[in-house]
Structure formats: structure tokens, C-alpha cells
């Protein structure tokens, strides 16, 4: 069956729930065992004592550790980016920041692309700064052999650990071509010291482009975004094989940010029209992108599904490669600058100003004094972050009124 039908009951019994038809919230702290045998046994598997066997299921023990909720959340989100295995976290930067602190050490060096989600930029260049952490930036449409070149110029490729990008990228959709960077990873990995690749695919959700297949170790979500889609909670998600997701669950366990039963059991909710929403909001973008092309008062616009007929020769290949769709994320500069933004912003009606993306309601917001305000100024301007830049999250509504309230807002500018 396809993921969205599972969606309904994969990983779920209600023969072991009283017969409910939807898994319930199991809203406890601890879990009774049987014997002191089977807590032992339990404990022995959960902390690698001991290896489990095959088709032993894993004990429930506490909500640290594991869930009803968490564990079939975890489960079904497996299935739409066909990993090994998933572990959740009570946001997207807990899913990133913990990935990160398993995979470098003090030393390390870290390979990322930019632009990347504000709150990511700033934990590798502030946090991981801090704990002696190195790391390199490159841009979309650099060449694999540029970014192996600057890395061995920096006297620090034998410390590459670990590879990061976002793509799309937010706030501008630049594409980074993800099996160019898992032959970056293959370059500088040894037996000794493999690099880990991850990649940020919050823009597309697990829907639209499946990172894993073209040679990612990683893919992490916000799953606040599409995933969830009702701006109502705020989780992540990382997903992956059992090896290394193995080595992240053993880390949130020390750290404590895995998600709660409620929030695990608010996803499972989302995940049933995980994808009637997103095709309606990819639906809905192409609409909308198309009225901004052609608006006298757009400068530019930065939309995936126009690559095909505008895009460079390597972000034709790449996009065909990667993206099933355009996906709901469109950026676009106005004519003017942050005064005419501003005007912008403040006269909608329909769509909401704040930040977030791939909920059922329609969001803008200025990414250069708002996301991604902490990015170091000298980048902004390579990243196309400027003052005239805005980024809208296509909603679920009616495409024409969609298109209606940003036609008037823009009338005021």
C-alpha cells in the first residue's frame, strides 16, 4: 500500500488498546513491567547492554525512552522517505542541533551549504564556534571540485566529519545537488572516520523529494511544518538507518527532547492528510507564482516550479533529479526595498504575518529582519537576503483569494 493510506493504522493495534480506531494518547511517565526478568531485559536492550533479537520488539519502559505515540509516529513517517528508522524531537533545532552534537567532536570540521534556516546558521557559527568546532560554507551552483578544493586548502580535510544543506534552501529555494555533496562525503570518508551527510528537508516535506535515495545519511524535518500543517505544535523529526539513528536516539535519551505523547499523538493526527494538504498547497503555488511573474511591482521571483522553463542548465537537472513538484514556498523581491516590503506585509488581510511555513493557512514574512536576521551581514547580500525580499507559505485556501490579497496589498505599495 502507499504511505498515505498506512497513514490510518501502520504500527497500530487496537486490539491492544481497548479496540479505539485511533491510537490514544498515552499520557503516562512510566510503563509497569510484568517480571523483574522482562525489565531487565528491556533495560539491557534500550542502553546496548545487549542486542536485540531478531523480531524482538523493544519493551516500554519510560517516556524518556520510549512511547506508545512516539514509536508509532516514528513508524509511520519511516515509510514515506522508506528509512530504516526515525527518531522524533519536541522541534526541528533539537532534531538538528542533537544530530550535529552525535556526529562532531571538538576539532571537527563541518561542511554546510548556505543560505540555511536562521536558527541553524546561528547554531554553527555561534554554538559549535564555541565548542572549537570548524566549519566551511559553499553556495548553490558551486562545483564539487571547488568544494574540495577549498576544503583541502583549509588544512582541515582530515577533520571533515560531517556534511549539512538545506535544499530548497530557505528562504530563497536555491537548490544544492545532493549526490555532488554524497560524493564529497565518499571523498574524504576513511574506515576510520566516515563523514556523515544530513540534509534540512523541511521545504519539501516528506512528500516532495526523498534526500535518502540520492545518498544522504540524514534527512531531518521541522516537523512543525508540513508534517504537522495546522500551526498547533512544534516537533522534529530525523530519519535514517538503524545505525545512526540508533546512535541519535541513544543521545536524546541523555539530552530529554524527544517529543511528548500529546505531541506525537497531534502528528499522527496531521499525517492522515499529510499529502490531500500539501498537493493542494503545491496546487495552489503554481497560481500564485505565476501572478507574481508577472506583477509590475515584482522584481523577482523565487520559485522552484519555474526552473524548467527559466532555470540555469544545472538547476534543470538538479530539480528534475530531486523534486517531484514546485513545492508551496515562494520568495519574491519587490521593487523598493524594506519601506516598500513593510507595506506590503502590513495590508494583508488573508494571509498571516508570521513566520513558519507549510501550515493550511498562508504566511509571510521578511526573512532579512525576521528568520534570518543573525546571518553575518557580508552574506546576506550573496544570499539574495536583502531588504525587498519576502517569503510567502502558500496555504490550503482558494487560490484566487490567495492571489486577491496579495493584488491589493501590492496595489498599496
Known amino acids: 500500500m502507499r504511505p498515505e493510506s498506512l497513514m490510518m493504522s501502520h504500527g497500530y493495534k487496537p486490539s491492544l488498546s481497548e479496540g479505539a480506531i485511533k491510537c490514544p494518547i498515552f499520557q503516562t511517565s512510566t510503563f509497569v513491567f510484568n517480571k523483574a526478568e522482562e525489565g531487565k531485559r528491556f533495560f539491557e536492550v534500550a542502553y546496548g547492554i545487549k542486542e536485540k533479537e531478531k523480531g524482538e520488539e523493544l519493551g516500554l519502559i519510560y517516556s524518556r525512552l520510549n512511547n506508545p505515540d512516539l514509536e508509532i509516529l516514528e513508524n509511520r ?17 533539537s532534531a538538528i542541533s542533537t544530530a550535529m552534537l552525535e556526529f562532531l567532536a571538538p576539532g ?10 536562521g536558527g541553524t546558521d546561528h547554531f554553527i557559527n555561534h554554538f559549535l564556534k564555541k565548542m572549537q568546532i570548524h566549519s566551511i560554507g559553499f553556495l548553490a551552483g558551486e562545483t564539487k571540485e571547488q568544494i574540495i578544493n577549498r576544503i583541502n586548502e583549509s588544512g582541515l580535510a582530515d577533520k571533515l566529519a560531517m556534511i549539512h544543506i538545506e535544499t530548497p534552501a530557505n528562504p530563497t529555494n536555491a537548490l544544492i ?19 556523515v551527510l544530513s540534509v534540512d528537508n523541511t521545504y519539501m516535506g516528506p512528500i516532495w523529494q526523498h ?9 531531518l524535518y521541522s516537523a512543525t511544518k508540513y508534517i504537522g500543517g495546522h500551526s498547533d505544535v512544534i516537533a522534529g523529526a530525523c530519519l535514517g538507518s538503524f545505525a545512526l539513528i540508533g546512535r541519535i536516539k541513544g543521545l536524546r535519551t ?8 500529546w505531541t506525537g499523538w497531534l502528528l499522527m493526527r496531521s499525517l ?16 500564485v507564482a505565476n501572478f507574481l511573474k508577472n506583477h509590475p511591482k515584482v522584481e523577482r521571483v523565487y520559485y522552484l516550479g519555474h526552473i524548467p522553463e527559466s532555470g540555469t542548465d544545472v538547476e534543470k537537472e538538479i530539480y528534475a533529479r530531486q523534486c517531484t513538484t514546485g513545492g508551496a514556498m515562494i520568495s519574491f523581491d519587490v521593487i523598493g526595498g524594506e519601506k516598500e516590503a513593510f507595506t506590503f506585509l502590513n495590508n494583508l488581510k488573508l494571509i498571516k504575518l508570521a513566520v513558519s511555513l507549510g501550515s493550511t493557512e498562508s504566511l509571510a514574512e521578511h526573512p532579512a529582519t525576521m528568520t534570518h536576521v543573525d546571518v553575518a551581514a557580508e552574506f546576506k547580500a550573496a544570499l539574495n537576503i536583502t531588504d525587498k525580499l519576502v517569503r510567502l507559505s502558500v496555504g490550503v485556501e482558494y487560490h484566487g483569494d490567495i492571489i486577491s490579497d496579495i493584488s491589493q496589498a501590492l496595489d498599496l505599495m
Open 177 to 195: 545537488d545532493i549526490e555532488m555533496c554524497a560524493e564529497i562525503k565518499n571523498h574524504f570518508s576513511t574506515e576510520s572516520k566516515p563523514v
Open 77 to 93: 513517517l519511516c515509510l514515506w522517505d522508506e528509512a530504516d528508522d526515525c527518531a522524533v524531537f519536541e522541534s526541528g533545532m
Open 254 to 261: 541523555f539530552l530529554g527532547n524527544m517529543c511528548g505523547p
Open 211 to 219: 534526500p535518502l535515495k540520492h545518498g544522504a545519511d540524514l534527512v
Open 272 to 287: 492522515e492528510t499529510l499529502k490531500v494538504r500539501m498537493d493542494q498547497q503545491a496546487t495552489n503555488a503554481i497560481e
Open 108 to 117: 571537527d570540521l563541518l561542511l554546510f551549504s548556505r543560505p540555511v534556516y
